[in-house]
C-alpha cells in the first residue's frame, strides 16, 4: 500500500495516499478566534473555506516548527454520517510517498489516540497509521462541519 510519509514531532506516520486529494505548500492561515486548539486555523482551497487541523496539537503536541517541508495535506474527510469534506492536515517535515507490504503492518497493542492505527518497522524505524476516520472527535466534527441549515440559523 501506498503512503504519504510525515512526521508529528520527531515521530513518523503515514496516511493512506487514496484519502490524499493534495499537498500544498504551507500558507498562511486565517486565525479562528476561540476554536479548538487542535484547529490552525482555515485556508482559502480554490475559492473555498478549508478548516485546517495541526496534527501536532490534535496529538497533544504543542505546534510543530515551520520547517521547509511542511505541508498541508488536503484530504476527503468523510463523517460517520456519510457526509464528505475537504480538510486541510498540517504536517512537519512531508517525506514523500513510501510503499508499505500491508503484510507489514501490525497492531501496536496501544490505544493512547483513537486516530492512531497500525505500524510498520523499515530501515529508518517505526510508522503508524493515521487513520483518516477517527482523527476528529465527535465535538470538533460538529464544531468544524455544521449542517448547512444551522449555519443558515446562526447567520444575523
Known amino acids: ?35 479548538p486548539d487542535a484547529v490552525a486555523g482555515l485556508m482559502d482551497y480554490h ?5 485546517v487541523i495541526d496534527l501536532c496539537r490534535a496529538s497533544g503536541l504543542p505546534s510543530g516548527e515551520d520547517y521547509f517541508d511542511t505541508r498541508i495535506i488536503v484530504v476527503d ?3 460517520p454520517e ?3 469534506h475537504p480538510l486541510g492536515l498540517r504536517a512537519e517535515r512531508v517525506l514523500g510517498v513510501r510503499e508499505v507490504d500491508a503484510a507489514q503492518l501490525a497492531d501496536s497493542g496501544v490505544r493512547a ?4 492505527g497500525q505500524v510498520a518497522g523499515d530501515a529508518d524505524g517505526m510508522l503508524q497509521l493515521v487513520e483518516l476516520e477517527r482523527l476528529l472527535p465527535a465535538a470538533l466534527r460538529a464544531t468544524l462541519f455544521q449542517p448547512a441549515d444551522q449555519a443558515e440559523e446562526r447567520a444575523p
Open 1 to 35: 500500500m501506498k503512503l504519504l510519509v510525515f512526521h508529528i514531532g520527531t515521530d513518523r506516520y503515514g496516511l493512506r495516499l487514496r484519502d490524499v486529494v493534495r499537498v500544498v505548500p504551507l500558507l498562511e492561515l486565517k486565525h479562528l478566534p476561540l476554536a
Open 47 to 51: 475559492g473555498r473555506s478549508v478548516p
Open 77 to 79: 474527510y468523510h463523517t
Open 82 to 84: 456519510g457526509a464528505s
Open 113 to 116: 489516540a483513537p486516530f492512531l
